[in-house]
């Protein structure tokens, strides 16, 4: 294989290719254009190669950098023009790059190049090789390849070489058009023997990646020495912008010369000559320490230097680094203001960043109606992003920094869509089905869904996927939806992968389901989404799925909570994780509420939501802030939270409290915004049934995607008659959705155990209301004990199964029904009640843990137990003397008749049974009055005391009364 030589021998390697050839390209320009001038000899190295460290200004032509228009041609018609072509031409070029007092405009340029390459004109070559270049470019108007590679063999049949090289380019390398070296070979043959350098290299790097096709060993050698002879040629005659084109040759392993420090000098003799792309590549250098140490202020003071020169680009260049350094002193400030003085040029990507700083994305406070005045403008060049055209839309969409409009959100996204935004057909989706704005659907939203579904975007599937889960504007089918959810996944959608990464934990048991929400969680927080880096932490701590590994999770919760746009996701959900912990103390109150408090710089309404909810209902080592909540519900509810809005309106607020909007306007917020439970809300509280069924109208039409939201609509409508067959659909479909949580399922069992909401269905509200307890809703535990004492499902030892359970989770309901069950009227006796065996171990259980009402629970039913078996006289004295120790009025009266009588395992005690009678009364519990007033006047285990005996009977009186 050849190498190549400068002076000794150099390998040639295959490494860095489109890096140097893309130099080459911006160099090429230089040489077909400029006269020739005096050459000055340059001192070499390596026999061949100039020396970086030659002071190149003094003998560089001067350039206009920043060169201003010649005539305002937005104002052309198309007509003839009388004014210099040569002027015309370079205006052109300064449209297209947005250079001088040019904004960038390649609509215009296109039509500026349409006739200078048509006119009788001796540049009319360049012009068809620059138009021919903009086709290939889909910002400058509607893309054509064909017409791009025509226009390329037009300029050479003009003599223009350029056109040859950079079809030789693309044919050699297959960059767009499909690979054909024998094409590349006949083009760039071309360009070279024109004395193009750039061709000379390509061709080079062409005969040496395939030797066959090179007429000799030497070619190789012979065509890089030719184009290194060339490019010196132009240094000398003062074509400094080849300073760059030498950087480039060492900056890579193309030709066995890779010096990143000799790279970066090349860069510095560039800089000191003017080059301003010398400027921003050597910045870069600095900033990553390639070929130069690594000095963030060196790199920020270098495009400080072009930019105060006035050179655009290199604004734009320092904005971006800044922002992408937000560390660094006064970045942001220092960032817009450089971006503020690109858009009085009227610079597109200035007007898109400073919406970007605008929203907040880089931390600043966000000012959302400058976000859409910077849109706007953006959107009015001929040619716009249309990631423009969608931000737009759904600004207008949501009614963020300016008033809601529909038909104007409408337009935006439709034009986004025109020009290929499958992200705009989503949105533009998401508008055309919210029932809260009336839309003319003269096109299907699922097709529109579908096509950007079809095309690769994974968040268009995942919409599908919710589309067929829940039957929005298409039947409802839950395995497509999974199908479609499972898709997403694949596709990289960062929600989906989450979801399926926790379905895979709960429905694959073992090690394969552990190991699958692994690899599912791990590629979600590759991919950026901060929920799932801190997932994948806890993962690497707690060894799920993996090998715990402290040093991994440690640096993913770093990422997590590393400075962005996202980070309030992260801390939201490590703040609930603290808040979820069963023993969770002030400790982790505190830890929540810091975490929360350092997320509200993020713009993020869950922080402010999550925060404000702790500061209302206080928690352990928290006092009530009732204020500072509200504050946050009303920051939250501005920024679109529909949530905060509702909070706002069960508070009750004010104007003054409430932002300047009382509770029933944020409530009316929420019902516009289609939230469901603000619908239901508004129904609830409606005084007349034609404003309620106004609402239920309202409710019905809104895209229903949860068991949850189902259930609490039939709920609601189940009570109005005329609405019995939507109930019945909308409890069918509950039914179908096979839905785990727990409170829905307790709702929908009581639905349907209840003969007054038109879908009694006695078999189907036990199923249900056994899976909500299964699913540990405490309330459905004692409710399915409950029902399993009844006929026709009475089964005893589930009963007894159900309410215990109940028991022990501190559920007094289902402790009053076991009693009943236990000692009742109705109840056996002891010794064949059935329930007993099982009973009493967990009444015991749940007395010792220190429940009140279990300890009282007990000691009734061991005080009659023990009258009926003296085997339990022992406990019973122990736990009756226990109840009544706690206060319990009752406890103590059972207790003093337990003396009186000498059961239950006390000894007989007049005195003792007075004590008890006197304690009971004492404490105020009415039904120990008029005993003990009687123990009194017959000086039962006392003396008598008649006096004493009135004043209680008396007292007796006054209760009965």
């Known amino acids: 294989m050849a190498t190549f030589k400068i002076g000794k021998a150099f390998l040639f390697s295959r490494h860095r290719k489109k890096v140097l050839s893309a130099g080459l390209l911006i160099a090429a320009a230089v040489f077909a254009v400029q006269p020739a001038q005096a050459q000055v000899a340059l001192p070499l190295q390596d026999g061949l190669m100039p ?42 070029q300064a449209y297209i790059g947005g250079t001088g007092n040019a904004p960038r405009d390649k609509v215009l340029a296109r039509r500026m190049l349409e006739y200078l390459k048509n006119a009788n004109y001796e540049l009319a070559g360049r012009a068809s090789h620059t138009l021919g270049r903009l086709m290939f470019d889909a910002t400058s108007g509607s893309p054509d390849l064909g017409r791009g590679l025509a226009l390329q063999d037009e300029a050479i049949a003009r003599g223009f070489m350029e056109g040859a090289t950079f079809l030789g380019r693309l044919y050699a390398t297959g960059e767009v058009v499909p690979q054909d070296k024998l094409k590349g070979e006949k083009y760039l043959k071309m360009g070279a023997q024109n004395g193009d350098p750039d061709a000379a290299l390509l061709l080079a790097r062409l005969y040496r990646n395939n030797p066959e096709l090179a007429p000799s060993e030497e070619a190789p050698q012979l065509l890089f020495n030719q184009a290194i002879d060339k490019l010196s040629q132009s240094l000398g005659a003062g074509e400094c912008d080849v300073l760059t084109l030498f950087s480039g040759i060492y900056a890579n392993e193309e030709f066995g010369l890779f010096n990143p420090q000799l790279s970066a000098k090349w860069l510095m003799a560039a800089a000191k000559a003017g080059n301003f792309v010398a400027v921003e590549r050597l910045s870069q250098r600095y900033m990553i320490g390639d070929g130069v140490p690594v000095d963030r202020n060196k790199a920020v003071e270098l495009l400080e230097t072009a930019a105060a020169r006035g050179h655009a680009g290199s604004r734009i260049s320092l904005a971006r680094l800044l922002l992408a350094n937000l560390d660094l002193k006064d970045a942001l400030p220092k960032a817009t203001q450089a971006l503020k003085q690109e858009a009085e040029r009227g610079n597109v990507r200035a007007f898109e960043l400073l919406a970007q700083i605008s929203h907040g994305d880089f931390g600043g406070k966000p000012n959302y109606a400058a976000m859409v005045g910077y849109l706007e403008q953006a959107a009015r060049n001929p040619v716009v992003d249309t990631d423009v055209l969608k931000q737009l839309g759904s600004a207008y969409a949501s009614g963020t920094g300016t008033a809601r409009n529909t038909e ?38 699922i097709a529109i869904l579908r096509r950007a579904a079809n095309n690769g975007l994974s968040e268009a599937m995942a919409t599908l996927s919710d589309a067929y889960s829940c039957g929005i504007g298409v039947e409802r089918n839950a395995d497509i939806g999974r199908r479609w959810q499972e898709r997403a996944a694949a596709g990289g959608n960062r929600p989906s992968l989450i979801a399926v990464a926790k379905q895979a934990l709960t429905e694959q048991a073992g090690d394969d389901g552990k190991l699958m929400y692994f690899r599912n969680i791990r590629r979600a927080a590759a991919l950026g989404d901060r929920r799932a880096m801190v997932l994948l932490s806890l993962a690497y701590r707690d060894g799920v799925g993996t090998n715990i590994d402290t040093r991994e999770a440690g640096q993913w919760y770093e990422k997590a909570l590393a400075a962005g746009q996202a980070r309030g996701q992260a801390l939201v959900l490590l703040a609930r994780l603290q808040l979820s912990s069963e023993n969770a103390d002030k400790t982790n109150v505190k830890a929540a509420v810091d975490l929360l408090k350092d997320g509200l ?94 609402m239920f109208d309202l409710a019905l039409k809104q895209p229903l995607c949860s068991a949850k939201d189902e259930v609490a609509l039939a709920d609601a409508i189940s009570r109005d008659a005329n609405y019995a067959r939507q109930t019945r659909e909308l409890v069918d479909r509950a039914l179908a959705s096979e839905t785990d949580d727990a409170s829905t399922l307790y709702q929908l069992a009581n639905l349907l155990n209840d003969n007054k909401r038109g879908v009694l269905n006695p078999e189907l509200a036990l199923t249900t209301m056994v899976k909500s307890a299964e699913a540990g809703k405490v309330e459905a535990m004692r409710e399915s004990g409950r029902m399993f004492l009844l006929s026709p499902h009475a089964d005893p030892g589930k009963a007894t199964q159900w309410l215990l359970a109940a028991v ?105 049974s007075t004590g008890w009678l006197a304690r009971a009364a004492i404490s105020g519990y009415p039904k120990a009055f008029e005993p003990y007033a009687i123990a009194l006047q017959i000086g039962y285990g006392v003396p008598p005391d008649p006096q004493e005996a009135e004043r209680w009977l008396g007292k007796a009186a006054t209760i009965t009364q």
């Open 808 to 912: 022990r989770a501190g559920d007094d309901g289902a402790l009053k029904t076991l009693v009943e069950q236990l000692v009742g009227d109705e109840a056996p006796e002891t010794s064949t009640n059935p329930i007993v065996v099982e009973a009493l171990p967990a009444l015991e259980d749940a007395a010792k843990g220190g429940s009140g009402n279990a300890i009282q629970a007990l000691a009734r039913v061991l005080s009659i137990m023990a009258k009926e078996d003296g085997a339990y006289s022992d406990k019973a004295r122990v736990w009756m003397t226990k109840a009544a120790e706690t206060g319990d009025g009752a406890a103590m009266v059972m207790v003093a008749d337990a003396f009186a009588t000498g059961t239950s395992g006390f000894p007989l005690s007049a005195a003792d």
């Open 601 to 694: 710089s993020s713009g993020d309404t869950s922080v402010r939501y999550d925060l404000a909810k702790l500061y209302l209902k206080g928690a352990a080592g928290l006092a009530p802030q009732p204020d500072e909540g509200i504050k946050l519900l009303v920051e939250a509810a501005r920024l679109g939270h529909t949530a905060s809005m509702i909070q706002l309106a069960d508070l009750g607020v004010d104007a003054k409290k409430g932002g300047g909007r009382t509770a029933d306007v944020w409530l009316g917020q929420a019902v516009d915004d289609g939230d469901i439970r603000a619908i239901l809300k508004t129904a609830e509280r409606a005084g007349d049934q034609k404003s309620r069924r106004t």
């Open 51 to 92: 020396s970086p460290d030659f002071d190149y200004a003094p003998i560089c032509k001067v350039r206009a950098q920043q060169r201003n228009l010649s005539y305002d041609w937005s104002k052309w018609d198309g007509g003839p023009v009388k004014s210099n072509l040569d002027d015309m031409l370079l205006d052109a």
């Open 408 to 445: 104007k959100a409408v337009d935006y996204l439709t034009r986004a869509v025109a020009l290929g935004s499958d992200t705009a057909a989503l949105e533009l989706y998401q508008l055309m089905v919210d029932s809260s704005h009336n839309i003319s659907k003269s096109v299907n939203p």
